[in-house]
């Protein structure tokens, strides 16, 4: 019998009709194949929200100015952001890592400071990135990953926070799963019809300025900072066969580019929500992803992935708590 048909036999045995838990039955066996034991677990988890500013906020591609990046880091090392609230309330430790936020941050607890560069270049005039910066923020991200594992997370969840950086993830995407750019783009943050149209123009020309589609030349001409970071947090996670959670549209790009690097980090991802932002669907689709929410979210943060925690506990909680049926129908629980 193979691992996974042997994880499926214990839990059809349950004291429970067979396949009656559905898609937390298919999580249960992710968790257990991934974390490569019967008893899989998901109680201690960190959130590793990375933060990076983006050159083609100079364009316009967001409805807000690329200061905001920093004003929400100093809200997250605050604890006052809604990752933050939402961390506290499924039980997950937070910690910020400045991929390359456009300025000089105070040091804190909570606070890595990995910055590569301040901002990316403009990626609707030039690469956003040179091959030394791309390689190193991979690699960082792979540390931070390492880290949290070495610390004792049984789970990375994936966040990130950046002005600008749906329109970079768009153009990953565009080139990434050979989509028409106009179903890439979306409102991210919030734009109105104008907004979106000019956001959709200005990455036009990106876009016409690379025919890029190998996946660490796509991310260097059109990726950011906390993007290339992401996608090395799932090369580290992965590494250590430990789960790491997706959160939404930005985080979702991140992951098409590890495992465009790397198919095989694909066991590892486990994606946690269907985010409103256009694109998104198209994208998990590309991805052969299911996610296990759909709550009209389209924050970012990490949030839609912190509320996915609570599915993977229960699920790693059925694979070692639960009576068979045999046990149960015999009289000996
Ligand atoms: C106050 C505020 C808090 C956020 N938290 C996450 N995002 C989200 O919005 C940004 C992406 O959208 P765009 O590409 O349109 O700029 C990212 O920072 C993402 O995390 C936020 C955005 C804002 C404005
Ligand atoms: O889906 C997301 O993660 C998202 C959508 C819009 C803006 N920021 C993030």
Do not use: W
């Amino acid at each position: 019998m193979t691992a996974e048909a042997s994880l499926r036999a214990h839990l059809d045995a349950q004291a429970r009709p067979p396949g009656s838990l559905g898609r937390i039955e298919d999580l249960a066996v992710r968790l257990a194949l991934i974390q490569q034991t019967a008893t899989p677990r998901a109680d201690r988890a960190t959130l590793l929200v990375f933060a990076g500013d983006h050159g083609l906020t100079e364009d316009g591609v967001s409805r807000y100015p690329s200061a905001v990046t920093q004003a929400m880091v100093s809200t997250l090392l605050a604890g006052k952001a809604t990752a933050n609230a939402f961390a506290r309330a499924v039980g997950a430790e937070v910690v910020i890592v400045d991929a390359g936020v456009d300025a000089d941050l105070a040091a804190h607890p909570a606070l890595v400071e990995a910055k590569v560069r301040k901002r990316t270049r403009n990626a609707a005039r030039e690469p956003a990135m040179t091959q030394d910066e791309v390689e190193r923020a991979l690699s960082s991200g792979a540390e931070q990953a390492a880290a949290a594992i070495e610390r004792g997370a049984e789970v990375v969840v994936l966040g990130e926070m950046g002005i600008g950086n749906s329109a970079s993830a768009a153009l990953v995407m565009h080139r990434l799963a050979l989509l028409p750019l106009a179903d890439c783009v979306g409102v991210g943050a919030g734009h109105d019809a104008a907004g979106l149209a000019h956001k959709l123009a200005v990455l036009t020309r990106a876009a016409e300025r690379s025919d890029a589609t190998e996946p660490l030349e796509v991310l260097r001409q059109f990726g950011g900072l906390e993007i290339a970071m992401m996608a090395g947090a799932v090369h580290g996670a992965a590494e250590r066969n430990t789960p790491v959670v997706v959160d939404g549209f930005i985080c979702t790009a991140a992951a098409l580019v590890a495992i465009r690097m790397r198919p095989e980090v694909r066991d590892a991802c486990l994606f946690a929500h269907r985010s409103a932002e256009a694109g998104h669907d198209r994208m998990l689709k590309a991805l052969g992803a299911e996610p296990l929410l759909d709550l009209g979210l389209r924050l970012g943060e990490g949030t839609g992935g912190l509320l996915a925690l609570p599915l993977l506990r229960a699920a790693a909680a059925l694979m070692s708590e639960v009576a068979s049926l045999d046990d149960v129908l015999a009289g000996r629980i």
